[in-house]
């Protein structure tokens, strides 16, 4: 058998050399994301700037949402390829490298400006102003556990800083947190200071999506599997809320959130 001449083995070598090229050209020329073994969030979703080591990516991978956070106080262990899986959902691609799996924290919920806007308006209208909510700034950053019911007590003008001050409560089970927010109100007229008593200003209560004994269908996932699971819920329960259920056939307990109308999705279970 005639051997392939030296020139002809060059040819071949030099055509898989330049295949393998290709083929990792395009992880090549990804961004690098080095991912870092323990995350801690305060919102209810996870982003990959919250997973990133390399600082200079947080800011660019920051509106990049991954994953729903965990329970305030809890840990969720989120891997490398489900994080792979979350981006090519958005037709993302990156260079992922460093931790394979990530231990992520939830500090509790973070408290925005949106939360108070309503209220604030709510109140203005209340006293019969005329004048447009404008710019909010809180005070400090407020976390708390689970969604809070958010009451405002008190909005009185500051001549020395010309804005209004606003005086909060977040309420979410036994546990009661006061914070203080900053008001700009304009285009109009407002007395210098509205002062609620009694007569707190709510945030408008969200309407209820899991009633007592319904039967609704809860969302079970972990590490490689989801189902969902006919469940009776035990008590009511508006989006964002915890609530108990029971699975009908195991008799087994969770504690679940509440995510669109008659559908729940497990925390954990409770026996």
Not at 92 to 111: D, H
Not at 119 to 148: C, F, H, M, R, Y
Not at 219 to 228: D, E, I, K, S, T
Request: hydrophobic share 45%; with cysteine.
């Amino acid at each position: 058998m005639k051997l392939p001449s030296k020139a002809v083995l060059m040819v071949i070598a030099g055509a898989m050399f330049a295949a393998r090229l290709l083929y990792a050209a395009p992880s090549a020329n990804l961004p690098v994301v080095v991912l870092k073994p323990l995350a801690q969030v305060s919102g209810d979703s996870v982003t990959l700037g919250d997973l990133v080591a390399n600082a200079a990516l947080e800011n660019v991978a920051g509106t990049t949402v991954v994953c729903r956070a965990p329970e305030a106080g809890t840990v969720r262990v989120l891997g490398k390829n489900e994080i792979v899986a979350a981006l090519k959902k958005q037709g993302l691609s990156y260079n992922l490298q460093g931790a394979e799996q990530i231990g992520i924290t939830r500090l509790g919920r973070k408290i925005v400006t949106d939360d108070l806007a309503p209220i604030i308006e709510a109140a203005v209208k209340a006293a019969s102003a005329t004048a447009k909510v404008g710019e909010i700034q809180l005070q400090a950053n407020v976390l708390t556990d689970g969604v809070p019911e958010l009451s405002l007590r008190r909005l009185k003008f500051d001549p020395a800083i010309a804005k209004y001050r606003a005086w909060f409560v977040a309420q979410h089970d036994r546990t009661k947190i006061s914070f203080e927010a900053t008001v700009t109100l304009a285009e109009g007229s407002a007395p210098l200071e509205i002062n609620l008593n009694t007569k707190t200003i709510q945030a408008a209560k969200a309407p209820l999506l899991v009633h007592r004994g319904q039967e609704v269908t809860m969302q079970l996932g972990g590490q490689g599997f989801a189902a969902n699971v006919p469940v009776t819920a035990m008590n009511d329960g508006a989006a964002g809320k915890q609530v108990r259920v029971q699975d009908k056939a195991s008799k087994r307990n969770y504690r679940a959130e509440v995510i669109a109308g008659g559908v729940v999705r497990a925390i954990r279970q409770e026996n």
